[in-house]
């Protein structure tokens, strides 16, 4: 049963909507940023706001006073004290936390859950799906559940969970919905562009936009990525010190273990996994995100333009558009930010592991071993075995992430089963590659489609023109017709590219372009070996020129063989084999002659040249 709410158009939070309360089922939110989690801790019921990373419990606990966050640290002292001393409770709750606090709270019946972004229910299920099924078990137990996200599981995943089989779902149409728009760069080396785009940023080099008349550069910058191995490796070719970069990650031993590898900074300092600023702190110059660590958070930078990057090498760490990407472009918070509504989103395509059809028949015989070596491990009646084969399993699906088979013991049920939710990860991944980075057509439809607005390649604004010189190391020949096409006319707002950005990254291109011109430079192709010669012919023709004004003034008459062997002399100088013609003066120095005849001791006249 699907329902649709019209959002009154003067409501821009839903909790300045009077009377308005969050539905039980599930709820696409529609939009990011929409305020339905500042609602359930606001409104008058108990609650438990749960979600899928600690850094969004964090950040929004330190936003809400009188909220208590529960994750692993927080003892049940803590948590039972809590509950006994507040007329109204509000849990905000990771996932995993959710059976110790069912556990603690025995009446549950005047409680609400509202489990955020439970999308990452799936996109999770990779690497921690039991987790994600322990927690959908539990919220059986509760009688009012709303599942909340603006990018939520798309259906064909969704109808494949039988946790979610007749659950009521309710759309929020909004119609004061704030376009996003992306600026997209296809690459073939993603990584690549985020290196350049950190170089230009450290070397003072930024995109900018006026605002009110006044020129407002992007000092700061956010870069999502879905590798933390990437993060470190960029922060190590780069050269960041930690005073610099703020690094948004999981908290997680082998996280923890990659960021220390980074060692300390030149001040003596160690790198560590940070947390995201509250409004009004300061932020970092560079800050990295993976898709584990921002989900639902809020970013108040005043300035800071946003990146995402999408290198397709293996299908865990794509990025998916319709949910991730979508998530990203509603994280900048504040209106004043001028560059908050364009996401850059650097990929690659055409990167599918294998054919569609030999990659779904792995997972299918993958899925059918699995259930042959679950019902295998459930006929076993030996307690002593059967103790190992639970430890063997266990140990096996942490070290191998359900890599190598979809067994797993549910220790609810005491028996061995086989995990749908695991392997519906595997398809989800594969289907986010595959379906949108196929080419650049397919990314464009599923921006299209996830409400973006996209421009066309051959359209762009000021700001995104700035930022493709930014991201982009071209080769010389199209960095040098690019700048030549900017500086051709000075009334452009190109012009401020060439002058401002190009010429700050490259000094080269504005003493080509002065020396050569516009037309001279077309004329050479654009190579870089073709100006470099004409420069050298240019400024020894500069010299020479000046040897032979000195040598020839105005006025002088010489005889032709004087006039050549001068010339001769002035060559071997330079190391230039080449004889001496004296109409080469007019012809390559611009030195004007004139023909005549110069009389002799003994009274002929032989040809010469006068200097005029």
């Known amino acids: 049963m699907v329902e649709t709410i019209k959002v009154p158009a003067n409501v821009n939070y839903l909790n300045e909507w009077v009377g308005f309360e969050l539905p039980r089922g599930i709820v696409n939110k529609g939009i990011t940023g929409c305020g339905a989690t500042t609602l359930a801790i606001e409104d008058a019921h108990k609650t438990i706001i749960c979600s899928p990373r600690i850094n969004l419990i964090k950040n929004k606990s330190r936003q809400h006073k009188g909220t208590l966050a529960v994750y692993g640290d927080v003892r049940n002292v803590e948590i039972e004290d809590y509950l006994r001393n507040s007329p109204k409770p509000k849990l905000l709750a990771t996932y995993d936390s959710i059976p110790r606090l069912s556990n603690i709270i025995k009446d549950k019946s005047d409680w609400r859950v509202v489990v955020d972004e439970y999308q990452y229910i799936l996109i999770d299920s990779g690497f921690k799906s039991e987790t994600e099924m322990l927690l959908l078990e ?25 946790w979610f089989k007749d659950m009521p779902y309710t759309i929020l149409e909004w119609s004061n919905v704030e376009k996003r728009f992306v600026n997209r760069v296809q690459s073939k080396n993603p990584i690549n562009n985020a290196v350049e785009i950190v170089r230009n940023y450290q070397r003072g080099i930024y995109a900018s936009t006026i605002v009110n008349g006044e020129m407002v550069e992007s000092k700061e910058c956010v870069i999502f990525l879905n590798s933390v191995t990437n993060i470190v490796n960029i922060i190590k070719q780069t050269g960041l010190q930690s005073d610099e970069v703020n690094i948004i990650v999981a908290f997680t031993g082998e996280n923890e273990f990659l960021v220390k590898k980074l060692g300390k900074d030149k001040q003596g300092i160690a790198y560590e996994i940070g947390s995201i600023p509250l409004e009004g702190e300061p932020h970092k110059k560079f800050t990295f995100c993976t898709s584990t660590a921002f989900a639902g958070c809020d970013f108040y930078s005043t300035c800071a333009s946003t990146f995402v990057v999408s290198d397709n090498k293996k299908a865990n760490t794509s990025i998916d558009i319709a949910t991730e990407l979508a998530q990203i472009a509603g994280r900048q918070r504040l209106e004043c930010n001028p560059f908050r509504n364009t996401i850059t989103f650097i990929y690659n395509v055409d990167v599918g592991e294998s054919k569609e059809s030999s990659y779904k028949a792995a997972l299918n015989e993958k899925w059918q071993k699995s259930v042959k070596n679950a019902n295998y491990k459930n006929s076993v009646t030996d307690e002593d075995l059967k103790e190992d084969l639970i430890k063997e399993t266990n140990d096996s699906q942490k070290l191998n992430k359900y890599s190598m088979s979809y067994v797993w013991y549910d220790s609810v049920n005491q028996r ?54 930014i991201i982009k190391k071209e080769g010389f020949s199209d ?65 020479l020129y000046k040897e032979f004004r000195t040598i020839f003034p105005v006025g002088t008459r010489l005889l032709t063989d004087i006039i050549k062997l001068k010339m001769e002399e002035v060559y071997a100088r330079y190391g230039i084999r080449q004889k001496g013609v004296a109409s080469h003066l007019e012809k390559k120095f611009g030195i004007k002659i004139k023909s005549v005849k110069i009389p002799l001791a003994d009274g002929s006249r032989k040809g010469g040249y006068e200097f005029i």
């Open 479 to 543: 960095r040098m017709k690019r700048y030549c096409e900017y500086r051709k006319n000075k009334e452009n707002c190109q012009y401020f590219i060439a002058d401002a950005i190009m010429e700050r990254q490259y000094e080269d291109l504005k003493l080509y372009y002065d020396s050569l011109g516009y037309e001279r430079i077309k004329a050479l192709g654009y190579k870089e070996s073709n100006l470099k010669n004409e420069m050298m012919s240019k400024q020894a023709t500069y010299h």
């Open 416 to 469: 061995f089963s086989v995990n749908r939710m695991a392997y519906l990860n595997d398809n989800f991944s594969y289907d986010v590659q595959k379906e949108n980075y196929l080419d650049g057509i397919s990314v464009r439809k599923q921006l299209e489609d996830s409400g973006f607005n996209v421009n066309g390649n051959e359209v762009h604004s000021d700001y995104e023109e700035q930022l493709e010189c």
């Open 138 to 162: 539990e919220l059986k137990k509760f009688p009012y559940v709303t599942y909340l996200s603006a990018t939520p599981i798309a259906d064909k995943y969704m109808l494949q969970m039988g």
